[in-house]
Nanobody, 127 residues
Framework: HVQLVESGGGSVQAGGSLSLSCAAS????????MGWFRQAPGKEREGVAV????????YYADSVTGRFTISTDNSKDTLYLRMNSLKPDDSAMYYC?????????????????????WGQGTQVTVS
């Protein structure tokens, strides 16, 4: 199994920046794709960005392309999300996710049901 713990959420004004981190532990060698999802109240959970553990390929939701950057530090088993030019619509609970079954990132990368492991979430609020 894999355990995921997010950190770094908070409140920021529109146009500001935040960075999220996700520390993975357990059978991290089994991970074949990791990423970030978010869920706002009353909305479905949506894919934000995912990355292959080797660093490529990377997929972004259209709504965050050019503003968010996903990266990994495999030596630390940590996933990051740098969020710039934040908008109120970016406000949500952000979740770290990882998958170890099936194929690597690609295809339906944005589908939550493809992911096996989830963190507890960290809140991002943009006003």
């Amino acid at each position: 199994h894999v355990q995921l713990v997010e950190s770094g959420g908070g409140s920021v004004q529109a146009g500001g920046s935040l960075s999220l981190s996700c520390a993975a532990s357990g059978y991290t060698y089994s991970i074949n794709c990791m990423g970030w999802f978010r869920q706002a109240p009353g909305k479905e959970r949506e894919g934000v960005a995912v990355i292959d553990p080797d660093g490529s390929p990377i997929y972004y939701a259209d709504s965050v392309t050019g503003r968010f950057t996903i990266s990994t530090d495999n030596s630390k088993d940590t996933l990051y999300l740098r969020m710039n030019s934040l908008k109120p619509d970016d406000s949500a609970m952000y979740y770290c996710a990882a998958k170890a079954q099936g194929t690597t990132c690609g295809g339906r990368w944005y589908a939550p049901d493809r992911y096996d492991y989830w963190g507890q979430g960290t809140q991002v609020t943009v006003s």
